[in-house]
């Protein structure tokens, strides 16, 4: 085993060339063996092996700088920066996340998650670099998915003006995780299809390189020369207009090719692309031909490529999925939106039956709520389904293009909530507390499945910016029964008991009810409402509750600040109640990686953890 002998980029230089195919492959088997254990990012991360030797032969790394997109890629990068072993608890709460992380280790330059950063960040640290005189090369490292985001653009327009060396990897292979979608992914097909020219432009420059006394400035002049030539003759000028050199496409699994074009692109004193093709999921033929399923994947069976997981019920997506295609099928005017999300949202379904009314716009989160504000202003029903984390990019166009001018836009707003093992960059736990800050924004969150459904249709009907939020994985289909007519602001009473009144938000109920009948077993009948409206919030209720109950009990899967226990705690105080509030929420912290169960036992936020917070902060102190 090669591998084993690798702890550093040096161990792989030491390597004879030769070597490269087999240590490949052998990375390839480590990274299945372990996704198939842990679950991951296979497929992306099986396209990118040859390119990430091809990097951590040509830089000087840690040293130098590699800036992942989205980072779901880097597997292979951390493989060869010495943390082999970490793989043992890939992803597990305190082990490696699957993500580049800085305080993981000095060859992580610049954490990530979201997509479409790379090139804003890369260019922040080459301003460092030579701001500072310091001499490193720093390579952005985006995909053709993550170039569908606008902040890619920008990135771009602003290197446009640098002087300096920085080197953009754009790793194409055709995929977001679903089809690449839109203009700029043809025009990439298109370059991916005509390589002629810059083979041409490629063989002058190396055979002129090679003639004693021809040094780098003239063949660069020499290049530069034909460019006139080369509108006519290659696509690929979109980034030689904004004077990024623009190279390519070139196989993404060559390594020496690779080497050797990375060598030549730290010489140039500006900003250049290198354009690679490269096959998701390389290597593996389940991931090859299902490139969307092991693009995130759960434990699978390696000979089958199945998963192992058990499937325990239907999920609040799919639950989603379903509400929304029986609701179009009834009302044309009904759209959907999504950023490159139409799998995990749900809206696979919706886009087979209704192809004309779904609009995957690639990763641009901002553009499609703008988007669907416009087709509300229009006369349309447009529903955004977008993940909470991912949403938190189109702030100002929720409240500037949607809440300011009161647009009937529904948000469909999935993971939100702890999602677990993707971590940090992922969790849906800041979403109450950004939507609560808009005027005239609705903010539901389902109790159930069936709730979902209620809450949908309702929110579709009601004619104001209205966001329906709920989170990952299985839906609880407890209380059933509990099914009273959606009022917009009004939350639901399902026990009525006495002295401390739970209040649970959304997918909380399940806990909630755990914790109404672990206070029950201590002889307390509590009260027990599911809130539904974060916003506006039912301040009847309220007041009935803290002038009946001694406690207010809020549960919420949200960050403490700016939360619903916030709310309620602020409006309790000023109406000068004296009933005591206790905020079940998530810490004013980032929360890493991990099972959610666990996640949840460690942020209080479990029943047991709850049950015995009332019993200190409450009943103990009343007795
Ligand atoms: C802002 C944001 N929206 C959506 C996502 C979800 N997402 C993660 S990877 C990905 C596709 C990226 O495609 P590409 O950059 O081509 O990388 P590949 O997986 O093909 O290697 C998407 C949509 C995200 N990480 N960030
Ligand atoms: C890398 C990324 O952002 C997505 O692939 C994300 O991991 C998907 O999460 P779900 O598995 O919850 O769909
Ligand atoms: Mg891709």
């Known amino acids: 085993m090669m591998l084993e002998e ?51 032969l040509a830089l000087n790394l840690p040293e130098d700088k590699i800036v992942w997109d989205v980072g779901h890629q880097s597997y292979t990068h951390k493989l060869l920066s010495g943390r082999r072993e970490d793989f043992e ?123 004693p006394g021809v040094g780098e400035p003239l063949v660069e002049n020499i290049v530069r020369a034909k460019m006139a030539l080369k509108q006519f003759m290659v696509p690929g000028m979109f980034f030689e207009n904004l004077d990024i050199t623009y190279v390519g496409p070139m196989d993404g699994h060559n390594i020496p090719e690779m080497v050797r074009i990375l060598e030549e692109a730290k010489k140039f004193e500006r900003p250049i692309l290198i354009h690679v093709k490269t096959k998701k999921g390389k290597g593996y033929i389940p991931a090859e031909r299902y490139p969307v399923k092991f693009h995130g994947v759960g434990p699978f069976c390696i000979e089958t490529g199945k998963s ?32 490159a999300m139409p799998e995990g949202t749900g809206l696979k379904k919706f886009a087979a039956l209704y192809p004309d009314r779904l609009f995957d716009v690639g990763i641009a989160e901002e553009h499609a709520v703008t988007f669907a504000a416009g087709m ?37 707003i999935d993971r939100a909530g702890l999602v677990g093992c993707d971590g940090e960059t992922h969790q849906g736990i800041f979403d109450l507390s950004y939507l609560r800050s808009m005027p005239g924004m609705a903010v539901f969150a389902p109790m159930n499945k069936y709730e979902l459904r209620n809450g949908l249709e309702f929110g579709i009907q009601a004619g104001v910016p209205f966001a329906v939020r709920y989170p990952r994985g299985t839906a609880y289909s407890g209380l059933k029964e509990y099914q009273d007519p959606i009022e ?42 599911n809130v539904r409206f974060v ?33 309620v705690s602020s409006y309790i105080h000023e109406r000068g109640y004296g009933a005591k509030v206790l905020k079940a929420a998530v810490p004013d912290t980032f929360v890493e990686h991990g099972p959610v169960d666990i996640l949840k036992r460690d942020l209080g936020l479990d029943a047991d953890s709850i049950f015995q917070r009332i019993k200190n902060e409450y009943i103990r102190k009343e007795s």
């Open 6 to 56: 690798i702890r550093s980029p040096e161990d792989l230089k030491a390597l004879d060339p030769a070597q490269f195919p087999a240590l490949a492959e052998e990375i390839r088997q480590f990274l299945i063996e372990k996704v198939s254990e842990h679950g991951g990012h296979l497929a992306s991360n099986l396209g990118v092996v040859e390119l990430t030797m091809a990097l951590h």
């Open 89 to 211: 608890s890939l992803r597990e709460y305190g082990g490696m996340s699957g993500f580049p992380k800085r305080r993981e280790s000095e060859f992580d330059s610049f954490d990530t998650g979201h997509s479409s950063t790379s090139i804003s960040a890369g260019l922040g640290l080459v301003e460092a670099r030579d701001r500072l005189h310091e001499d490193y090369t720093v390579v952005s490292v985006i995909g053709d998915g993550a170039l569908s985001g606008g902040m890619a653009y920008e990135a771009l327009n602003n290197a446009s003006r640098l002087k300096s060396n920085f080197i953009i990897i754009l790793n194409d292979n055709h995929m977001s995780i679903s089809e690449s979608t839109g203009g700029f992914s043809k025009y990439l097909s298109k370059i991916r299809v005509g390589s002629g020219y810059n083979n041409l432009k490629r063989d002058v420059s190396r055979g002129l390189s090679k003639v």
């Open 308 to 339: 192992v997981e058990e499937k325990k019920g239907i999920s609040y997506t799919e639950a989603f999925s379903h509400t929304i295609c029986r609701l179009a099928e009834k009302d044309d005017k009904i759209v959907a939106v999504t950023a």
């Open 376 to 412: 509300a202003a229009g006369g349309l029903k447009p529903v955004v389904a977008v993940y909470s984390s991912f949403l938190q990019r189109a702030y100002d166009q929720m409240l500037h293009d949607v809440c300011l001018q009161k647009l009937p836009v529904v948000f469909a």
């Open 488 to 529: 917009l602001g009004k939350s639901e009473v399902i026990y009525r008991g006495g002295e401390i009144a739970l209040l649970s938000v959304g997918s909380m109920m399940e806990t909630a009810v755990q914790v109404h009948g672990k206070l029950k077993e201590s002889g307390i009948s509590a009260t027990l409402i």
């Open 535 to 567: 916003k506006p919030m039912d301040k009847e209720l309220l007041d009935d509750l803290a002038k009946t109950h001694g406690c207010l009990v809020t549960m919420e899967e949200n960050v403490i600040c700016g939360g619903y226990g916030e709310a």
